[in-house]
Antibody, heavy 120, light 110 residues
Framework: QVQLQESGPGLVKPSETVSLTCAVSGYSIGSAYYWGWIRQPPGKGLEWIGTFYHGGSTYFNPSLESRVTISLETSKNQFSLELRSVTAADTAVYFC?????????????WGQGTLVTVSS | QSALTQPASVSGSPGQSITISCTGSSSDIGGYNYISWYQQHPGKAPKLMIFDVSKRPSGVSNRFSASKSGNTASLTISGLQAEDEADYYCSSYTSSSTVIFGGGTKLTVL
């Protein structure tokens, strides 16, 4: 059974960098076409952050592109998100997702989400 | 990139059918068949209900169906059940190789 589990600091100060990890079990991270991160501010809708494709291509939400990095760690079967220079507007539940096998854009397996709060 | 447009809320009685629309542009919905729909219950992760416009993942009830016409995608839920009450989000691949979500629709089962 495919499972994804996010982990991160929970609380981050403004202007700092938040690093999140998505540990994948039940599936080889090298087998999927793409992996991604999505976030959801409290009480609001889903916002796509970025996607890492097999082969190393990455695409990001234009509003976040200058502050985001996504990378894969195949030896640990996990991938990570780095978001720099955070502000209160980055407070959200962050989800990781597996790209739909045989499709494009969507995510078929999601982690349960991890709340990141930006506050001093 | 602006979010796809969904109605903020829809409602229906048990057993009835409802349809949720999702409007974009020729750069996303109108240009690709990479449209997904997600169901999200409070405090839970989104669940994929539809992908590639109208395909259902294994395990998703056939009460859920979807289609696309021009720049608008639609999700229909037939035989409404209490457990269908949730937020629903559409998403689409775009011409910039990005992904865009709709603003979400709250479904209330009366």
């Amino acid at each position: 059974q495919v499972q994804l589990q996010e982990s991160g600091p929970g609380l981050v100060k403004p202007s700092e960098t938040v690093s999140l990890t998505c540990a994948v079990s039940g599936y080889s991270i090298g087998s999927a076409y793409y992996w991604g991160w999505i976030r959801q501010p409290p009480g609001k809708g889903l916002e796509w952050i970025g996607t890492f494709y097999h082969g190393g291509s990455t695409y990001f939400n234009p509003s976040l592109e200058s502050r985001v990095t996504i990378s894969l760690e195949t030896s640990k079967n996990q991938f990570s998100l780095e978001l720099r220079s955070v502000t209160a507007a980055d407070t959200a539940v962050y989800f990781c997702g597996r790209g739909i096998v045989g499709a494009t854009g969507g995510f078929d397996y999601w982690g349960q989400g991890t709340l990141v709060t930006v506050s001093s | 990139q602006s979010a796809l447009t969904q109605p903020a809320s829809v409602s229906g009685s048990p057993g009835q059918s409802i349809t949720i629309s999702c409007t974009g542009s020729s750069s996303d919905i109108g240009g690709y068949n990479y449209i997904s729909w997600y169901q999200q219950h409070p405090g839970k992760a989104p669940k994929l209900m539809i992908f590639d416009v109208s395909k259902r993942p294994s395990g998703v009830s056939n009460r859920f169906s979807a289609s696309k016409s021009g720049n608008t995608a639609s999700l229909t839920i037939s035989g409404l059940q209490a457990e269908d009450e949730a937020d629903y989000y559409c998403s689409s691949y775009t011409s910039s190789s990005t992904v865009i979500f709709g603003g979400g629709t709250k479904l209330t089962v009366l």
